[in-house]
């Protein structure tokens, strides 16, 4: 169970080509059977649909509830927050997505994982990289694939069910991935770059332009003096509507929040809680089971490591006899005591140092050997008195410089030999200077090493806020519910209160937050399923806050919306006012005019020169990126003529192309072949999903349950 148990906890791991956060507590059941993912034909009982059919809100369910106890076993957690849950929510539907429309996709192309492939996998020539890990000696870094056959051969012979349950999982698990891998792989091949789009990607880079030119950017004229009528406004939506349709739902939320965070009276009463049970606590004969009632967790029999115990209240725990009692500890917003209830050994040492990390400017004799007088000029001002932390801040090069230097407790084994061995020998204070592969350490042993484990029961309490301060705050958010029956109403009240409104300008369907505020999925599910204006009840978020939203504004995949658009409608309305009047005052300067200086002068700008201008880089002098210019001036093979006015991204502009130079011959783009189809091929590996959604119409309703 314990290689098992490695596995599942380094195989958290996102199948990449799919883009799916599958750890391997989300099993996948169906890959031989869709049918039993689908039932219910009433919409209320539907969690969404796959090219037509339904999918039951039981079966969803229950498929989460199985993946949701898989988590918790994985974790070791018996209650999971409303972030976790809705991440396993996220992967459970992903899992659903994938087991129907990819498997679909499998069988009609005929992919499968044979048993010689998954036996390759296991342990033959192409092994998992998950199994090559939790099978290599820690001590010697060695990978033996016997070992892999001896555990599967006792597991199987063996009578632990629970063990081949787990590995039947990780099977499925590679077969899953391995037939991703198969097709993305075959999308990826069907790909590829034309000799013309290569040669067009060379000539776009090669080919330049000396070109003059003199702009009027839009950014001269203020908007406040372009007046944007609402008629306007539409008129100008109405005619490029579809540059406005929504690309996925979302709504628009002004809430307010209380705060019933706990008062001075409710930290005071857990406090006399907290010294009140350790004569408690320490009378107790059973440990686990005082625990268990009286904390706000559960007992962990497992005997722990130094290091995943409190800093403060680690020296005591490893230092006193069964039965001692420490504590009140307050720490993190709760008070917690600590009973040392067992001690036993570990089978490899835990250490503890601190380093300073020089690493060499290079990779001759020359850049150690100063690398090595730099460590060790460094130690001798420690061995005067200076801080080590202080010197670790100031010359570290690695991450441990921001914390002293301080590498925390690590097992043996876990640092590269020199180190481990150095620190493994020597003693508490001891100082000294070490070179490994990384560089050269200044190395200060803070602690011994030690093997003890402790086994402590821990009670602790968390300060939250009592029943007379959520009903205070609940009682004030019920009387502004009651008298804001629409959003006028609403901010009438915000108004006269004097509240602070906030505005979630973007909330999914999915979302489990508001701007903010975390463990928000009610006010999530409460604007999906709202209309616009309404005001909701009082809703609570996260522990300690409640909420009062108005709906104001409805965005709907597919539509274009005024009202959603109006901002990204005035804009762009203002910028082409901007265009057509700066476009006229050009192509008057240009009237009768030959010459680039001459317009110049007439508009009062500076003719700006553009040594080596190409299609592929959009940024202009001066002016900032405008692609339209820059394909403009490609597209241009008149030389010495005055053109314009063009209406570009940012500016309008008058230009001279004085000098094209070709770009140099080439007969071979086999490089810019390779680029473009790279390119295509990462792009179809991470998107093929989404686009798979979008062919088989994929509906989600999980909005409306959860």
Not at 159 to 188: H, N
Not at 647 to 652: E, I, P, R
């Amino acid at each position: 169970m314990a290689i098992l148990t490695k596995i599942r906890n380094r195989s958290g791991l996102a199948i990449g080509a799919v883009g799916l956060a599958l750890g391997l507590f989300v099993v996948s059941d169906a890959l031989n059977s869709n049918s039993a993912l689908f039932g219910g034909s009433s919409q209320q009982n539907n969690v969404g649909e796959i090219d037509g059919e339904s999918i039951g809100i039981k079966q969803f369910d229950d498929k989460l509830q199985y993946n949701l106890e898989n988590f918790k076993k994985r974790t070791q957690q018996e209650n999971l927050d409303e972030a976790t849950q809705g991440q396993v929510r996220d992967q459970t539907w992903n899992q659903m997505l994938n087991d129907f429309m990819l498997t679909k996709e499998y069988d009609q192309l005929g992919l499968i994982v044979g048993e010689e492939e998954l036996s390759d996998i296991i342990y033959g020539n192409n092994i998992h990289a998950q199994i090559k890990q939790s099978f290599t000696d820690p001590k010697t870094g060695v990978f033996d694939v016997n070992n892999v056959k001896r555990y599967l051969k006792q597991m199987t012979e063996g009578t632990d069910e629970a063990a081949k349950a787990q590995w039947k999982e990780f099977e499925d698990f590679l077969v899953t991935e391995s037939l991703q891998r198969k097709y993305s792989s075959l999308l990826k091949k069907g790909l590829y770059a034309t000799s013309l789009e290569a040669k067009n990607l060379y000539t776009g880079r090669t080919q330049s332009s000396e070109v003059n030119f003199v702009a009027l950017a839009y950014s001269t004229i203020a908007d406040s003096t372009v007046v944007a009528e609402e008629g306007d406004l539409k008129s100008y939506f109405k005619k490029n509507m579809e540059k406005y349709k929504e690309r996925e739902n979302s709504r628009k939320l002004e809430f307010v929040v209380w705060d019933f965070a706990p008062t001075t009276e409710d930290s005071a009463v857990v406090q006399k809680w907290a010294f009140d049970q350790v004569a408690q606590f320490q009378a107790s004969e059973n440990d686990t089971a005082y625990v268990d009632v009286n904390s706000d967790s559960k007992f962990i029999a497992a005997a722990r490591k130094r290091s995943e115990y409190p800093e403060s209240v680690q020296n005591r725990l490893f230092t006193e006899p069964v039965g001692t009692v420490i504590g009140p500890i307050f720490e993190g917003g709760k008070y917690s005591i600590y009973k040392v209830s067992g001690i036993s050994e570990d089978s490899v040492y835990s250490m503890r140092a601190s380093h300073i990390l020089i690493r060499p400017e290079g990779a001759t004799d020359a850049d150690t050997l100063n690398a090595t007088k730099k460590a060790n000029d460094i130690l001798a001002r420690i061995r005067k008195g200076e801080n080590f932390a202080t010197l670790a801040g100031e010359f570290g090069t690695d991450g441990t410089k921001d914390r002293g230097g301080d590498l925390g407790w690590f097992p043996e084994g876990q640092m590269v030999k020199e180190f481990n061995d150095a620190v493994k020998n020597g003693k508490k204070g001891d100082q000294f200077v070490l070179k490994t592969q990384f560089g050269v350490h200044v190395i200060k042993i803070t602690e011994d090493k030690t093997k003890k484990l402790v086994c402590a029961g821990v009670l602790e309490r968390s300060i939250e806020a009592s029943e007379k301060t959520s009903s205070a705050a609940y009682s004030d958010a019920s009387q502004f519910a009651a008298t804001s029956r629409n959003s006028e109403d609403f901010n009438k009240n915000v108004e006269e209160k004097k509240m602070l409104k906030r505005v979630a300008e973007f909330v999914r369907e999915t979302d489990n937050f508001l701007p903010g505020y975390s463990e928000a999925r009610e006010a999530v599910r409460w604007a999906f399923n709202a209309k616009n204006g309404d005001v909701s009840e009082v809703m609570t978020v996260g522990k300690d806050k409640y909420v009062i939203a108005t709906l104001t504004l409805i965005r709907e995949k597919g539509k274009a919306n005024f009202e959603a658009a109006k901002d990204r409608v005035t804009t762009d309305y203002r910028k082409d006012m901007k265009a057509e009047k700066l476009m006229e005052q050009l192509k008057t300067a240009m009237d009768g005019t030959t010459t680039l200086d001459a317009v110049s002068r007439k508009i009062n700008q500076t003719v700006t020169p553009i040594a080596a201008q190409t299609f592929e880089n959009g940024s202009i002098p001066y002016v900032g990126y405008d692609n339209s210019f820059a394909g403009t001036i490609a597209g241009t093979t008149s030389i010495n003529k005055l053109s314009g006015p063009v209406k570009g991204d940012a500016a309008v502009y008058a230009y001279q192309v004085s000098k094209i130079v070709p770009a140099p011959a080439m007969t071979d783009f086999s490089q810019q072949k390779t680029e473009l189809s790279s390119a295509l091929q990462q792009r179809v590996e991470y998107g093929y999903f989404e686009i798979l959604k979008e062919l088989k119409n994929v509906k989600d309703n999980r909005f409306l349950f959860y």
